[in-house]
């Protein structure tokens, strides 16, 4: 057993009697009556309005990555590839702000499982590298080489998943690989668009288009359109005015709403993130970066994923730094708990901005603050909804 599922096990243990000494799950506690659920209602629609919002600015920073990806097939230089791999983290940061949402397929796939695609097609991860394009000891490998795939919109939404989950010809991880390359050593010269064709290649039939650059440069602009694509469609899924995933979570009574994100955020912490994306940085077996396995900065990425959730619970505090009220978290916590639940999410996110990407040097001293603030946080979280935690919203106020 890995160091990192070691202290996640351990930790998950130490608030097992205070779970059992908890009151029964929300939905075994009748709903309260229609008039008494509409500063819930209120509360639970701004949070999924939240989506909507925060989409819009995830497809403005990737229409710019676009852009420096244009400017990078122009320029083909050291300056404008290093433009796009940091366009490339803005707009990927602000999708991990959207984890909650993402995670909805994982949590109820009754009735949100089509989310699972539209997640798969953004941020599938990890990836098999040569799947794409060359690497290791494999020159020729990948779509990139491989004439017989046509690089069209049709065809590369077909190799997506061909065979396995790891083999990504969509999304962000799969744009990271061209940019970045095995080690993060991508040189620009490989976007240079060389037509020259030799002898035994035209006998062969090929054309410059055929050519590995040629190539490269065709699939990583047309990987940016679907990317750009996939969020426009995974914002009309969820936009209030239009239906499916949208017309899932409207048919929730208030109550159900809240008990769905309290198991998502539950899920989000101990599941996606303690689980698996600690426990794969801790042990380092051949993924030294995780979730950004080739791009790098993956604490950063999971600090925006930790983000989201709390701005779904708090809400998304304006100008003045304060949230619309009602907020999701005052319906779930006391003042008290909802003041730890704050300081839990605080000391994670530092513990993550402290560790960096220095994890393969992370040992048990240092990687146990982490894991006993992502602890607290679920424990916070763990259902206990109530009747009488619905009606007496404004704990706080």
């Known amino acids: ?52 919002t925060q ?21 083909m230089d050291e300056t404008s590839l290093n433009e796009a791999k940091s366009a490339w983290h803005t707009s990927h940061n602000c999708v991990q702000q959207l984890s909650p949402f993402l995670l909805l397929g994982d949590v109820s796939p009754g009735l949100f499982g089509p989310m699972r695609e539209l997640a798969f097609n953004i941020d599938a991860w990890p990836i098999q590298p040569g799947y794409l ?40 991880h799969a744009i990271a690989y061209l940019l970045w390359g095995e080690e993060g050593q991508r040189p620009p010269t490989d976007f240079i668009a060389d037509g020259t064709v030799t002898e035994k290649q035209k006998a062969s039939g090929l054309t410059p288009v055929d050519l590995p650059n040629s190539r490269r440069r065709t699939l990583l602009k047309l990987q940016g359109q679907l990317l750009l694509d996939d969020l426009k469609t995974l914002q009309q899924q969820l936009h209030p005015a239009t239906n499916t ?31 698996t994306q600690v426990s794969i940085l801790a042990a380092g077996d051949g993924l030294p970066e995780g979730h950004n396995q080739f791009a790098g900065h993956t604490s950063e990425s999971l600090v925006a994923g930790l983000e989201g959730l709390e701005n779904l619970l708090f809400g998304v505090p304006g100008e003045d730094g304060s949230a619309a009220e009602p907020t999701l978290v005052s319906f779930l916590l006391e003042e008290k708990e909802q ?59």
């Open 1 to 52: 057993m890995t160091l990192g599922a070691t202290l996640v096990l351990a930790l998950n243990g130490c608030g097992k009697q205070d779970e059992e000494a908890r009151p029964a799950p929300a939905d075994a506690i009748p709903a309260p009556a229609p008039e008494d659920n509409r500063p819930l209602r209120q509360a639970t629609e701004q949070a999924w309005q939240q989506a909507d």
């Open 55 to 75: 989409l819009t600015q995830c497809q403005q920073d990737t229409l710019k990555l676009n852009q420096t990806i244009d400017n990078l097939l122009k320029l």
């Open 133 to 172: 394009d060359y690497f290791d000891v494999y020159p020729h490998s990948g779509i990139v080489n491989d004439i017989a795939v046509p690089l069209t919109a049709t065809a590369l939404r077909a190799q997506h998943g061909f065979s396995d989950n790891s083999d990504v010809s969509l999304g962000f």
């Open 245 to 275: 995933l949208s017309l899932a979570y409207q048919r929730l009574s208030p109550q159900s709403r809240l008990q769905l994100w309290q198991r998502v955020a539950e899920y989000q912490i101990k599941s996606d993130v303690m689980d």
């Open 339 to 397: 003041q730890a639940l704050k300081q839990a999410f605080d000391n994670a996110q530092q513990q993550f901005e402290a560790l960096a990407d220095d994890w393969p040097a992370v040992g048990e001293k240092r990687l146990k603050p982490l894991l006993q603030a992502l602890s607290d946080a679920a424990a916070l979280l763990t259902p206990r909804v109530t009747a009488e935690s619905t009606n007496n919203q404004g704990r706080t106020s």
